[in-house]
């Protein structure tokens, strides 16, 4: 069953700390694996897409990581700002059809 | 134009209205998703629509009838909803649907609360 599994649910850290974002995934076949973040009542925004040949990938103070090999994948942020304060879905989309699998998403509270 | 626009942001209904819901996008986009997110959870879809045509129905009730009248345009009809229907509703666009190109752009949503 092709599922993505977030940890930890939710995270509190104090701002200008860093932190990191688990994603494991058992969709197949798999064609890419995004980050979003998503703040409370708006749509969720794109921050990253990796294929399968991608192992890291930056934009800012995001940076996400993808093992294939183990489907596993990492958000790390860095220097943590409070507007980092948002829900962080994992997302991932296969060859086979037009769905994505989201996951539950991890809530990230930045506390000054 | 890097925007997905719904309207209204705001909707409040009573089980016996029908109100619709309505999302644009201009960035040549191909592919346009209904979603719904109930609080604390992630997005669940809908519907897809690929190149103006219903591809996907995952099997939502009758009650939710979408329709898309162009490649920029994507509505929803609501009739005769319950109160537990009441989420926010999403609305996305991709360049195409399925593969690499289909990282979807979201809209910042339609909340929907059903009396």
């Known amino acids: 069953k092709n599922q993505v599994e977030q940890s930890p649910q939710s995270l509190i850290i104090l701002e200008g700390k860093n932190c990191t974002l688990q994603?494991?995934?058992?969709?197949?076949?798999?064609?890419?694996l995004r980050w979003y973040k998503q703040d409370t009542g708006r749509g969720p925004v794109s921050l990253t897409i990796?294929?399968?040949?991608?192992n890291t990938k930056s934009n800012g103070r995001y940076t996400a990581t993808l093992d294939a090999d183990t489907k596993q994948s990492s958000l790390h942020i860095t220097a943590s700002q409070l507007s980092d304060s948002a829900s962080y879905i994992c997302?991932?989309?296969?060859?086979?059809?037009?769905?994505?699998?989201f996951g539950k998403g991890t809530r990230l509270h930045i506390l000054p | 134009d890097t925007e997905v626009t719904q309207t209204p942001k705001h909707l409040v209904m009573g089980m016996t209205n029908k109100k619709s819901l309505k999302c644009e996008q201009h960035?040549?986009?191909?592919?346009m998703y209904w979603y719904k997110q109930k609080a604390k959870k992630p997005p669940e879809l809908m519907f897809v629509?690929?190149?103006?045509?219903?591809?996907i129905n995952e099997s939502v009730p009758s009650r939710f009838s979408p329709e898309c009248p162009n490649s920029s345009l994507l509505n929803l009809h609501l009739h005769a909803l319950q109160p537990e229907d009441s989420a926010l509703y999403l609305c996305?666009?991709?360049?195409?649907?399925?593969?690499?190109?289909?990282?979807?752009?979201f809209g910042p949503g339609t909340r929907l609360t059903v009396l």
């Open positions: 990796m294929t399968f040949s991608e």
């Open positions: 994603c494991n995934y058992t969709v197949s076949p798999f064609s890419n």
């Open positions: 629509y690929s190149y103006e045509k219903l591809s």
């Open positions: 997302v991932v989309s296969t060859n086979r059809d037009d769905k994505i699998i």
């Open positions: 960035m040549g986009h191909r592919a």
């Open positions: 996305a666009s991709s360049q195409l649907a399925g593969g690499p190109q289909n990282t979807q752009y």
